[in-house]
């Protein structure tokens, strides 16, 4: 099982990043999928989560009104749509993945997710 983050990078604050996730897990929409991030000397910490079917999701409420969440199930893909961001954004970005029915609410603590990308550091500075 592999998941490839990719997406991260330099922006200013104010500006916008889009993070992706390909996922090599069969049965994708068996999966929740949550994004998690950890600033240096922090814990990781969730930011979002979608269930299997895409209907629901969770945001920190950091995050609320910024950054949007979205699977695309064909595609074995989530992505993490980051608007307004801030310096304390600043982390590295984990996608994680959690064996749960398709119609269930995500889950949002660490260790209940099974499946964890290598991360991608997004960094917001002027």
């Known amino acids: 099982v592999q998941l490839q983050a990719s997406g991260g990078g330099l922006v200013q604050p104010g500006g916008s990043l889009r993070l992706s996730c390909a996922a090599s897990?069969?049965?994708?929409?068996?999966?929740?999928m949550a994004w998690f991030r950890q600033a240096p000397g922090r814990e990781r910490n969730i930011v979002a989560a979608?269930?299997?079917?895409?209907?629901?999701?969770f945001y920190a409420d950091s995050v609320k009104g910024r950054f949007t969440i979205s699977r695309d199930n064909a595609k074995n893909a989530v992505y993490l749509q980051m608007n307004a961001l801030k310096p304390e954004d600043t982390a590295v970005y984990f996608c994680?993945?959690?064996?749960?029915?398709?119609?269930?609410?995500?889950?949002?603590?660490?260790?209940?997710?099974?499946?964890w990308g290598q991360g991608t550091l997004v960094t917001v500075s002027s």
């Open positions: 994680a993945a959690d064996l749960t029915p398709p119609t269930v609410r995500p889950r949002t603590r660490t260790s209940e997710y099974d499946y």
């Open positions: 897990l069969r049965t994708f929409n068996s999966y929740s």
């Open positions: 979608i269930s299997g079917d895409g209907r629901s999701t």
